[in-house]
Structures are given as C-alpha cells and as structure tokens.
Nanobody, 123 residues
Framework: QVQLVESGGGSVQAGGSLRLSCAAS????????MGWFRQAPGAEREFVAG????????YYGNSVKGRFTISRDNAGNTVALQMNSLESQDTAVYYC????????????????WGQGTQVTVSS
C-alpha cells in the first residue's frame, strides 16, 4: 500500500508558476510509476503527467506539454510537478497517483490516489 499526500496548491495569476509536491509513504517508492491528474468542475479527470520508476521516462498530456515538468526524488520519496505559464484552463484539483506500470498510469489506471490539492488560475 502507498499513501500519497499532495502540497503546494494555491491561487496564482495567469502566466505565473506553481510547484506541486507529493510525498509517498508505505511500499518502496521506486516500485511505482508516478503521475499527476487533474479534475476541473464538471469535467472528467484528466491525465497531466507521468514519470517512470527510474525517472528516465516522462509523459505529458497534450494540454500541458512544454509548460509543465514532472520530476521525482526516489531518495526522498517525492514527486513534483512544476507548472509554468499557467492559464485559467489549468484551474482544477490536482491529484497525485501511483501505479506499478507506467503504461497503465497513462491510461488512467491508478492503484493509489492522493487526496488532491486545488490550483486556481485567475486571468
């Protein structure tokens, strides 16, 4: 089992930046591919970014490519999402997620979820 706790959400103006962090505990962190999803009001949950167990491979949703960067620290059991050039459309609750298989994570198959953190971008 893995417990995930996000932090770093908040409010920012369009064009600004935020950095989300997710701390993991429980099973060995390096066993899991990690990712971020988001859900805006009235919308389905959307894949944002993923990273393989080693951190070598990263994956992004089309709407965030070139603006967001995912990274992980296996020694510290954390995964981060650096969000730059934020737009109002990025407003959502952001969730940290884990799955043993990166391909499954990209399809939205998640074994463990965090509780979510709100990101609000004002124009």
């Amino acid at each position: 089992q893995v417990q995930l706790v996000e932090s770093g959400g908040g409010s920012v103006q369009a064009g600004g930046s935020l950095r989300l962090s997710c701390a993991a505990s429980g099973d060995p962190f390096s066993l899991y591919a990690m990712g971020w999803f988001r859900q805006a009001p009235g919308a389905e949950r959307e894949f944002v970014a993923g990273i393989s167990q080693s951190g070598v491979n990263t994956y992004y949703g089309n709407s965030v490519k070139g603006r967001f960067t995912i990274s992980r620290d296996n020694a510290g059991n954390t995964v981060a999402l650096q969000m730059n050039s934020l737009e109002s459309q990025d407003t959502a609750v952001y969730y940290c997620a884990a799955h043993r298989f990166p391909a499954s994570l990209r399809k939205g198959e998640v074994e463990y979820w965090g509780q979510g953190t709100q990101v609000t971008v004002s124009s």
